[in-house]
């Protein structure tokens, strides 16, 4: 079955930098638009950033200008570069594909942003 594996999260200070680092298994993302999505505490998973096969990339408002997404299609690993974070970016970051598939998410990857 498709696996995704997310990691890179930590507790960072408020302006400081994560890179996140998203594994598949049984997919190859080169095929499929994929994406990065977020869930903080009593709130909806929303879309935080995707890429396309043809690696155009969107994102939200809330992160445009600061977050970067990115694919290696040699290690078939989907990154975000996330910079000058704020308190408001701490959540469960997770990836998918693009629109998300309810069977592919995985335990995704916890960011903290302390002020």
């Known amino acids: 079955q498709v696996q995704f594996v997310e990691s890179g999260g930590g507790l960072v200070q408020v302006g400081g930098s994560l890179r996140l680092s998203c594994a598949a298994s049984?997919?190859?993302?080169?095929?499929?638009?994929t994406g990065w999505y977020r869930q903080a505490p009593g709130k909806q998973r929303e879309l935080v950033a995707t890429?396309?096969?043809?690696?155009?990339?969107n994102y939200a408002d809330s992160v445009k200008g600061r977050f970067t997404i990115s694919r290696d299609n040699a290690e078939n690993t989907l990154y975000l570069q996330m910079n000058s974070l704020k308190p408001e970016d701490s959540a469960v970051y997770y990836c998918?594909?693009?629109?998300?598939?309810?069977?592919?998410w995985g335990q995704g990857t916890q960011v903290t942003v302390s002020s």
């Open positions: 049984r997919i190859i993302f080169s095929v499929y638009d």
């Open positions: 890429i396309t096969r043809g690696r155009r990339t």
């Open positions: 998918n594909v693009d629109p998300p598939s309810g069977n592919y």
